[in-house]
């Protein structure tokens, strides 16, 4: 079964940087597009970042994030990363990683995910 495990959240002043860690296991990362997502209080769950499997890497991103924020993947190391720059207030949320292997090209939908991370709180305070 696959698992996925976030790690990197933290506190962090506005402006600062973060990097968010998703690794897996009981699979092979190559075969997955990963998505990561984030959860306000109060609010939905909402797409961030995702990446595909194909020999792109593609990525794609939501347009709050844009610029600010990159995801990349090691396949290697079964790990993809959310590299978040010059964070805002707005920003804190819990963020969670998740997995899915039927798309061709990944997708910031939740529904599409089947597998997901436990999640890890990142807070942006002044």
């Known amino acids: 079964q696959l698992q996925l495990v976030e790690s990197g959240g933290d506190l962090v002043q506005p402006g600062g940087s973060l990097r968010l860690s998703c690794k897996i296991s009981?699979?092979?990362?190559?075969?997955?597009?990963i998505g990561w997502f984030r959860q306000a209080p109060g609010e939905e769950r909402e797409g961030v970042a995702c990446?595909?499997?194909?020999?792109?890497?593609?990525?794609s991103y939501a347009d709050s994030v844009k610029g600010r924020f990159t995801i990349s993947r090691d396949n290697a190391k079964n790990t993809v990363f959310l590299q978040m720059n010059r964070l805002k207030p707005e920003d804190t949320a819990i963020y969670y990683c998740?997995?899915?292997?039927?798309?061709?090209?990944?997708?910031?939908?939740?529904?599409?995910?089947?597998?997901w991370g436990q999640g890890t709180q990142v807070t942006v305070f002044s």
């Open positions: 990446i595909s499997r194909d020999a792109f890497d593609s990525a």
């Open positions: 009981g699979g092979t990362l190559a075969n997955y597009n």
């Open positions: 998740a997995a899915d292997r039927r798309l061709t090209r990944c997708s910031k939908r939740l529904y599409e995910y089947g597998s």
